[in-house]
C-alpha cells in the first residue's frame, strides 16, 4: 500500500463534528490562544506561499478544505504497546478534537483538530530522534506549540520513498543542536517539557507533555517562516512512521495487525532498538517493567 493510500483515509470522520463542538472549543481554549501574538501568522510574512499551503499547514489560518487537500485525515491507527517494557502512551490521537484530558481544542487552531499526538511525561525526559535525520528547523517557544524542532528524514533513514520530517513541541529548553547537525534513531535531541501550554487551558502549571507531528513530501526542500513547511508536503499521521516498509520495498505498508494497529518499535534501557532493525522507534524512553 502506498504512503498516500495510507495517509489518505477517510476525511469523514472529521466532518461529523459540527458547529457546537467548535463553539465549545473556542469557549475552552480560549484563554490558551489569547497567548498567540497578534502577528504570529502576520500576512505579510506569508505572502509568497501559496493560499492552499498556508490553509493546511497555519494554525490560525487553517482551513478544512486546504487540511483535506493535503492528507489531513483521521486514520484511525492505534500503538499496540510493548510487553517487556512500558512506553509512555498516546492520550490525544491525531486529528482528535479532544485533549488528552478530554476537554475540546480550540477551534481558531486547526479548526479545532489535533495536528499530531500528545504523550504525556514528566517535565525533563529525554526525548528521541523517531528516525535518523537532519536538525532542519528549531522555535524559540513564542506561540501555542512552545519550544520545539524538526528533524528532516530522508528515504534512507526510515525505508520509505518519500522524505519525512519528525516535529517534537512543548519542550522544556531550546535544544543546543546545530541546524544541518545528524542525529541517530533513539539519540536524544531534547528533554520534554510545557512550553507554549502555560496559563491557558491547563493554568499556570501547564500541561507537560511531548506533541510529536509528522510530514511527508516526494521533494527534500521546504520553507521556514515561524513554522517548517515541507515544499508540496502532506500531513502525516506519526503512528504511520511505525508501521514500516514491506521487504523489498520503498513504499510504507498498512499495518500488520487487524483494525489498524501499529506495533511500536523502542530503545531498550541499553541502547538496543526493538525489533532488530528497525529505522523507527518511539519519540520517548520505555522503561522495564
Known amino acids: 500500500m502506498s504512503v498516500r493510500a495510507l495517509l ?3 476525511f469523514a470522520s472529521l466532518a461529523l463534528a459540527g458547529a457546537a463542538a467548535d463553539a465549545a472549543a473556542q469557549g475552552q481554549g480560549g484563554r490558551g490562544a489569547s497567548r498567540q501574538a497578534p502577528a504570529a501568522e502576520d500576512a505579510e510574512g ?11 499547514f497555519f494554525p490560525m489560518r487553517a482551513r478544512i478544505e486546504a487540511m483535506k487537500a493535503r492528507g489531513f485525515s483521521a486514520t484511525g491507527l492505534v500503538p499496540v504497546y510493548p510487553d517487556r517494557v512500558k512506553c509512555p502512551e498516546v492520550d490525544s490521537p491525531f486529528a482528535a478534537r479532544t485533549r488528552g484530558d478530554g476537554s475540546m481544542r ?3 487552531f486547526f479548526q479545532g483538530f489535533h495536528g499530531g499526538i500528545d504523550i504525556p511525561v514528566p517535565e525533563g525526559t529525554p526525548v528521541l530522534a523517531v528516525a535518523a535525520g537532519t536538525v532542519v528547523f528549531k522555535t524559540p517557544g513564542h506561540s501555542i506549540g512552545g519550544i520545539g524542532i524538526v528533524l528532516q528524514h530522508a528515504p534512507a533513514d526510515t525505508g520509505l520513498n518519500v522524505w519525512t ?13 546545530d541546524l544541518g547537525r545528524r542525529v541517530a534513531m533513539g539519540e536524544a535531541i ?6 507554549g501550554t502555560q496559563d491557558g487551558h491547563y493554568g499556570p502549571a501547564g500541561h507537560a507533555h511531548l506533541h510529536l507531528g509528522a510530514f511527508f513530501s516526494d521533494r527534500p526542500d ?13 500531513w502525516m499521521d506519526p503512528l504511520a512512521l511505525f508501521s514500516g516498509p514491506p521487504a523489498g520495498s520503498g513504499a510504507p505498508a498498512a499495518p500488520a495487525d487487524a483494525g489498524g494497529q501499529v506495533r511500536i518499535p523502542y530503545v531498550t534501557d541499553d541502547g538496543a532498538a526493538v525489533p532488530a532493525g528497525t529505522k523507527t522507534v518511539w519519540p520517548l524512553p520505555c522503561r522495564a517493567k
Open 8 to 10: 489518505s483515509l477517510s
Open 46 to 56: 506569508l505572502k509568497d506561499l501559496d493560499a492552499e499551503t498556508v490553509g493546511a
Open 106 to 108: 480550540a477551534a481558531r
Open 165 to 177: 520530517y519528525t516535529e517534537y513541541k512543548h519542550l522544556k529548553e531550546l535544544p543546543a543542536l
Open 190 to 195: 531534547a528533554l520534554s517539557g510545557k512550553t
Open 222 to 234: 521546504y520553507a521556514t517562516r515561524l513554522i517548517l513547511v515541507p515544499a508540496d508536503g502532506r
